[in-house]
């Protein structure tokens, strides 16, 4: 090649390079600039919340906006049930008790070697009736059903409360509201109201695995209810009518189980806050016997309690000497 000829192609080269460090150079600064976005945004600590519209979209609000966050969640959380809806689900929770009892268990002598009081204490703490005197309504055939209908209770309404260990709820939220709660009066009414909007969208957010799809078997839910089940075969057993299909009894009473799990999501979301009111004054002490208890509202949906607590269903209340 003549001098020019390679004069001309080092200049080439030359702005050829420039180019492609330019382009190089401009690439890497869009790409630190947009990485810094990014952790901008992420220090901004924001939160999605999606509305219920139709044709609603997630809009980020930064947690020092208190009136955003309230705007979103006004928007965000669904209704409350009715309350005949609320009092029709735990009456039929209550029938189904006694249905199951009256169909499946037998009033005649029982073997005192089948029955075992370790059985009867794996119900748990704070029973309205000692453990002594519940043995002594089992193994009395008048008052057995009355005792076998509150096993049953005890056991289904114990677990619907999202403060029990062993409770019927998703596992992930059970243990996200236990570490969110107060445990002081003061402290639980300053956080009322949003915990009762978070409860509310949670649950909402939960229908397609826990509503829709309920209990398959990725259900989280399925574990606490198979325990339950196991500690009531081992107290209902000696008591089951041989003559029938004992399979069926297993899993009318799963069955009954699985419908109190979606009845504590049911409480779970609503804004209200809902207990049982087991008639401790009208125990046995009184020749009376709670075999269900009324569910009762303490506190409303603006976070005010309720007092006298507002009952939503009757107890269930049998004398001893019916």
């Not at 150079?25 to 810094?36: D, E, P, S």
């Not at 289904?156 to 409360?161: A, G, P």
């Not at 309920?214 to 259900?219: I, L, Y």
């Not at 699985?258 to 002490?285: G, H």
């Amino acid at each position: 090649l003549s001098n020019g000829a390679v004069a001309g192609v080092a200049i080439g080269c030359l702005i050829a390079g420039a180019l492609i460090a330019g382009l190089i150079f401009w690439f890497c600064f869009r790409r630190l600039k947009k990485a810094n976005g990014i952790s901008r945004d992420q220090e901004a600590n924001t939160i999605a919340l999606m509305g219920q519209g139709k044709g609603a979209e997630a809009k980020n609000l930064s947690l020092e906006s208190d009136s955003a966050m309230t705007t979103a969640m006004e928007h965000g959380v669904p209704q409350p049930l009715e309350d005949k809806a609320i009092s029709g689900e735990i009456s039929k929770i209550s029938n189904s008790i006694k249905n199951h009892v009256q169909s499946f268990y037998h009033s005649g002598r029982v073997s005192p070697g089948l029955i075992d009081y370790d059985d009867l204490q794996a119900l748990g703490r704070d029973l309205p009736i000692s453990i002594g005197t519940l043995s002594t309504l089992l193994g009395n055939s008048t008052t057995r059903e009355m005792a076998l209908r509150f096993c049953i209770a005890w056991v289904v309404v114990s677990r619907m409360s999202p403060g029990n260990a062993t409770n019927f709820l998703p596992p992930e939220v059970a243990s996200c509201f236990q570490s969110m709660s107060a445990t002081d009066d003061a402290n639980k009414a300053a956080q009322a109201l949003p915990m009762a909007k978070w409860r509310a969208i949670t649950a909402e957010q939960m229908q397609a695995s826990y509503v829709k799809n309920a209990f398959s078997p990725s259900d989280a839910r399925l574990r606490n209810i198979q325990d339950a089940l196991r500690i009531l075969d081992h107290i209902l057993l000696p008591y089951a009518d041989s003559h029938l299909d004992n399979e069926q009894r297993r899993r009318n009473l799963e069955e009954i189980l699985k419908r109190a799990a979606m009845f504590a999501l049911t409480l779970f979301s609503q804004p209200s806050t809902w207990d049982f009111d087991w008639k401790r004054d009208d125990s046995v002490r009184m020749e009376s016997f709670c075999v269900f208890p009324s569910l009762v509202q303490v506190m409303n949906e603006k976070g005010d309690m309720v007092r006298p607590s507002q009952p939503f269903s009757e107890a269930v209340i049998r004398r001893l000497d019916e």
